[in-house]
């Protein structure tokens, strides 16, 4: 459902290690807003909830609630670090239009 790459992975690890609470993951979910109609959200999360798909790469697990996993099945999470911005970037084949921060979609 969702790819990360190795980037995303170390840093995702890295923020589980950093944690001052108990966290088994990170919770992808889509939310209406945004400068395209739809935000992505992300954050740290203690246990998955039920019925969401639970996804793991390379021992990061990654929680997406059943409102969001047809809108984001086939998207990669990267992790960049360049000039211009640093954060993680959502390549998602479901979006029609993306705005220039990256972080929201239509």
């Given at each position: 459902m969702i790819t990360l790459t190795e980037n995303a992975v170390a840093v995702m690890k890295a923020?589980?290690?950093?944690?001052?609470?108990?966290?088994?993951?990170?919770?992808?979910?889509?939310?209406?807003?945004?400068?395209?109609?739809f935000k992505y959200l992300m954050?740290?999360?203690?246990?998955?909830?039920?019925?969401?798909?639970?996804?793991e790469a390379d021992g990061v697990k990654v929680f997406v609630d059943v409102a969001s996993q047809l809108q984001v099945a086939g998207m990669t999470v990267d992790f960049v670090t360049e000039v211009e911005s640093t954060g993680f970037v959502f390549d998602n084949p479901n979006a029609q239009e993306t705005c220039a921060c990256g972080k929201s979609f239509g």
């Amino acid at each position: 459902m969702i790819t990360l790459t190795e980037n995303a992975v170390a840093v995702m690890k890295a923020a589980l290690s950093r944690s001052a609470e108990p966290v088994e993951g990170f919770r992808i979910m889509i939310q209406a807003g945004g400068c395209s109609g739809f935000k992505y959200l992300m954050g740290l999360e203690s246990s998955p909830r039920e019925d969401d798909a639970v996804i793991e790469a390379d021992g990061v697990k990654v929680f997406v609630d059943v409102a969001s996993q047809l809108q984001v099945a086939g998207m990669t999470v990267d992790f960049v670090t360049e000039v211009e911005s640093t954060g993680f970037v959502f390549d998602n084949p479901n979006a029609q239009e993306t705005c220039a921060c990256g972080k929201s979609f239509g």
